[in-house]
């Protein structure tokens, strides 16, 4: 489960010289900022505090997204704050809002009873256009085309140490796809069924597990037995019929052994509002078809199913956990969440980054070795640079 611990490294303890860092080439690359005009003063926030940690060294371009249509002001204040190229873009009606093949009338009824549900954002329209957008169109924006590379910024976040190399150039590097800094527990009102259809993705295609979907499934009862009728967590057992389409459909107390012997979404995911990954992945015939397949099930209207379990499946089906970067040495926070690697005992450690596999020092890689080994990110104690 430990899947961070176990293949994956960081790319640099401690300060690097940004200075020097800066002397290589740019990845083809940009900061994606979806935002509307009243969120301007948690974007400048946002800007300020990326291009402080940051861009002030690296200068990647900035593309900002909207449903609407950006005003002057917007524009020229965000200009303000960063030197690097900025692009505005509108997004057309193809890629935001419910899709000719959707009953409207139906999904509004959908999302006005999550709306009465008191589901966090269940009864606002627009987050569910903003979910979709972002789990399946963002990447085909026009704007985005050139990119290989993207940073995702939301308003209202702040970096809090500074990132002294440039992440796109390493990520590269050590071949890797998508990138985190923080991973929780999604809200389960919100994604009731999302599991049953991104599991009938993988076995529909006869997908094996690459080592990452383990880490969005609680682990299987280690003697599977029915729960009884009387139980509060008793579901009954699906119709035949429905059973056919989908095999695990009944949940927990259902187990079947030719199927998925009982697997449930543990509700973790990587937490989207941060993400530095390859677009090419996202425009890969088979993350389309995941993301059609999902789409299709109506779960965005239906249920308020979130970009970031979206992103997380997607990943768990086809990825490994050696494509995945856990960014733990990026101080980070959205609203209430914060990912922490401030005090950290590494400051004293070397400060080469971690990218080759060896190291002509054989000490030096022990030593990092058995940091690493000991370090507890449940303690929000790692890596820190110039934290502030
Ligand atoms: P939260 O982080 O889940 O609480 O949701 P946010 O309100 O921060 O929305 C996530 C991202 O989508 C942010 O970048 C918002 O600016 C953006 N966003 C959300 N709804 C809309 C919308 O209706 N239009 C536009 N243009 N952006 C939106
Ligand atoms: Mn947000």
């Known amino acids: 489960r430990k899947i961070s611990e176990q293949h994956d490294r960081v790319f640099a303890t401690g300060c690097l010289d940004p200075h020097t860092q800066n002397k290589g080439e740019r990845a083809n690359a940009a900061f994606v900022v979806l935002a509307r005009n009243k969120e301007l ?13 940051f861009n002030r060294w690296f200068h990647y371009p900035y593309v900002f997204l909207n449903d609407g249509e950006f005003n002057s002001t917007f524009k020229e204040t965000v200009m303000n704050y ?21 009953d409207a009338k139906v999904a509004k009824e959908g999302i006005a009873v999550q709306g009465d549900a008191a589901i966090m954002y269940g009864g606002m329209e627009s987050y569910h256009h903003m979910c979709r957008f972002y789990s399946g169109f963002f990447y085909k924006h026009k704007l985005l085309e050139k990119y290989e590379w993207y940073w995702r910024l939301e308003p209202e976040i702040k970096y809090f140490c500074d990132i002294t190399y440039d992440p796109f150039q390493y990520m590269a590097s050590a071949n890797k796809t998508y990138g985190f ?3 929780v527990k999604e809200l389960k009102e919100t994604v009731p069924n999302i599991f049953r259809y991104a599991s009938a993705y993988k076995r529909k295609n006869n997908l094996q597990s690459k080592g990452l979907w383990e880490m ?3 682990s299987p009862p280690e003697d599977p037995k029915p729960l009884p009728k009387d139980d509060p967590k008793y579901k009954p057992p699906l119709p035949d019929e429905l059973r056919k389409i989908e095999p695990n459909a009944g949940g927990v107390n259902e187990v079947d052994p030719e199927t998925m012997e009982g697997e449930k979404y543990n509700m973790c995911h990587f937490w989207s509002n941060f993400e530095i990954a390859r677009l090419d992945w ?7 078809e995941f993301f059609d397949m999902m789409d299709r099930s109506g779960g965005f209207w239906m249920e308020r199913w979130g970009d970031a ?3 997380s499946l997607a990943a768990g089906a086809l990825l490994s956990p050696s ?20 005090n950290a ?13 060896t190291t002509s020092d054989e000490k030096k890689r022990r030593e990092e070795d058995e940091y690493w080994e000991s370090w507890d990110p449940e303690k929000e104690n790692g890596v820190g640079c110039r934290c502030r």
């Open 41 to 53: 003063e948690g974007v400048i926030q946002s800007v300020k505090s990326i291009e402080r940690h």
């Open 82 to 102: 960063t030197s690097a190229p900025v692009e505005f873009g509108q997004i057309d009606p193809s890629m935001w809002g419910f899709p000719e093949w959707t």
């Open 181 to 183: 800094t923080i991973a």
């Open 216 to 218: 969005f499934i609680e």
């Open 282 to 288: 996202f425009r890969s015939k088979e993350y389309e």
């Open 309 to 311: 379990p979206i992103h």
């Open 323 to 342: 494509d995945i970067h856990y960014f733990r040495d990026f101080g980070y926070r959205h609203t209430t969440i914060q990912h922490c690697p401030a």
């Open 345 to 357: 005992p590494s400051r004293q450690l070397p400060r080469e980054p971690f990218l080759e596999k």
